[in-house]
Every structure is written in structure tokens, then in C-alpha cells.
T-cell receptor, first 116, second 108 residues
């Protein structure tokens, strides 16, 4: 079991640039979550998907943020244009979700984004 | 929406003592609760979960207690070890909203 794989591990970019974060969930998991973690705001849920369909994107801060899940094994979180206040650690997590049963979330090791 | 918060932001205990970390939640309809441990530079790691049809569940050195009447969740760690030093989060509900976290420091 390779776990949830996120890339890149670190990203440093200049304000105004487009940033794309990538996530490969655990095989067999059909739910995928994106979180953002900062000292000030803690671990915030941005969006989650069930069976590749976005269920709740109310945590996406602005139109500059977008997330896609084109298939069961890949998701992206894009920020365009990026701003310094977007600097944070972004986590992807996945789990198996069947009707009323949910397994625990498994997290990747995160992408540390720095926008200068 | 869900409001999830922790009572104590930091907790310092002596090695060998028991630790108790607390979490309050607001949505009485929540039916699934998880405790996570996060070490520096890593993603949160699953510790133990409990569903609303239970009020206690035990794992290896850990126990989770759920009090639905007062909407309170706690994590008890027995014989706390230096390796237990980390930030602990509770997550509530199917959409897994996280609390603020409690930093546990274990003194040798």
C-alpha cells in the first residue's frame, strides 16, 4: 500500500503565478479530500469528492482556487493567480465511502506552498 | 455548518502519566468521530474512531469516550511516552471537519 501520494513536496512560486498541486489517492478509495493547514486557521477542509464528483466545495476560499478529479486515481488543486496569503501546507486525503459507511481518512504528507 | 473546537491548545505531561485530550462539537446529528495524530512534517495519522452508537472504544494504550448528551469527545492515552508528543485533532461527521488541535508534549 503506497498510501496517498502528493506532489510536489515543496513549491515556491512568485505572486501571480499559477500553482498546481497533485494527489493520487489510495487504490480502491472513492472519496478524496483537500485540506489547507496554517498556524492561524488550523486544518481547513477545502473540498471533497465522492466517486469523482465534488460534494462540498464551500471551503474553497475564492474563485482563484479550483479542484478537479478527472478519474478515480488522480486529483488536482489549482490556484490561479497565487497570492502570498495562499502560503500553507496543502493536504490530500482519501477513504472508502459506501452509503452510510465511511472508513477513516488516510492523509498524504502534504505540499508546502510558499508564495513570495 | 459544523463547529468543532478543542478545550486546550497545549498539554504537557510527565512520561508514564496518562493524558486526556478533549474535543467539543456542535452538530448533534454527527455520527462518526475520529482522532488523529500529527507529527512535524507529516500528514495527520489515524489513531482511533468511534460511531455514535457507542460511548467508548479502546485501542492499544488509547481510549476514546463519546458523550452525545453534552457533545463531547475525549482521547485518553495511557502511560504516555515521548513518541506520543504531537498535535492531536478530532474530526467529526461524514465531511471530516477538524478541530483546532491540541499539542501534547511529554516530558522525560
Amino acid at each position: 500500500d503506497a498510501g496517498v501520494i502528493q506532489s510536489p513536496r515543496h513549491e515556491v512560486t512568485e505572486m501571480g503565478q499559477e500553482v498546481t498541486l497533485r494527489c493520487k489517492p489510495i487504490s480502491g478509495h472513492n472519496s478524496l479530500f483537500w485540506y489547507r493547514q496554517t498556524m492561524m486557521r488550523g486544518l481547513e477542509l477545502l473540498i471533497y469528492f465522492n466517486n469523482n464528483v465534488p460534494i462540498d466545495d464551500s471551503g474553497m476560499p475564492e474563485d482563484r482556487f479550483s479542484a478537479k478529479m478527472p478519474n478515480a486515481s488522480f486529483s488536482t488543486l489549482k490556484i490561479q493567480p497565487s497570492e502570498p496569503r495562499d502560503s500553507a501546507v496543502y493536504f490530500c486525503a482519501s477513504r472508502r465511502s459506501v452509503r452510510t459507511y465511511n472508513s477513516p481518512l488516510h492523509f498524504g504528507n502534504g505540499t508546502r506552498l510558499t508564495v513570495t | 455548518g459544523e463547529s468543532v473546537g478543542l478545550h486546550l491548545p497545549t498539554l504537557s505531561v510527565q512520561e508514564g502519566d496518562n493524558s486526556i485530550i478533549n474535543c467539543a462539537y456542535s452538530n448533534s446529528a454527527s455520527d462518526y468521530f475520529i482522532w488523529y495524530k500529527q507529527e512535524s512534517g507529516k500528514g495527520p495519522q489515524f489513531i482511533i474512531d468511534i460511531r455514535s452508537n457507542m460511548d467508548k472504544r479502546q485501542g492499544q494504550r488509547v481510549t476514546v469516550l463519546l458523550n452525545k448528551t453534552v457533545k463531547h469527545l475525549s482521547l485518553q492515552i495511557a502511560a504516555t511516552q515521548p513518541g506520543d508528543s504531537a498535535v492531536y485533532f478530532c474530526a467529526v461527521g461524514n465531511d471530516m471537519r477538524f478541530g483546532a488541535g491540541t499539542r501534547l508534549t511529554v516530558k522525560p
